[in-house]
């Protein structure tokens, strides 16, 4: 008698579809996203907190892509310049049949532009570091 999985299948990295300028991007190896928060305890009489503020939420975001994808983003570059991409989009699709997520990375822009080649690899791919305002989860 087959034993049903308890939850389900994971979320895993074959699941993902990562779109760029409205383009799907085959070659994404690795995408690292956060938000932040500062939360402060605020203080009065006594010695516990009697409030908490908040500051600003701060985004971040990293992506790892084949030189294939990023010559393809240069030719749409003014001056060939990852740096001077306009503000775009990222979506990333999560296909999970259970519960299929998508999440936006908002106004991305490129804060890093190069290119890492080491004797020996089949497939060049470079890590770059995005500025964005926020993310919409859902």
Do not use: W
């Amino acid at each position: 008698m087959a034993v049903p999985l308890i939850n389900g299948r994971s979320y895993d990295f074959t699941q993902i579809i990562v779109t760029i300028l409205g383009v799907p991007v085959a070659s994404v190896s690795k995408i690292t996203y956060n938000q932040k928060q500062e939360k402060m305890n605020n203080f009065g009489q006594g010695s516990n907190a009697v409030s908490r503020g908040q500051g600003v939420i701060e985004a971040e975001a990293s992506i790892d892509i084949s030189m294939n994808d990023i010559e393809a983003i240069r030719d749409v570059a003014p001056n060939g310049s990852l740096l001077n991409v306009p503000a775009f989009d990222i979506t990333v699709f999560f296909g999970n049949a259970q519960k299929p997520v998508t999440h936006t990375l908002k106004n991305c822009e490129f804060i890093s532009d190069g290119v890492d080649a080491t004797q020996g690899d089949t497939d060049l791919k470079q890590s770059f570091d995005l500025i964005l305002s926020h993310i919409d989860f859902r």
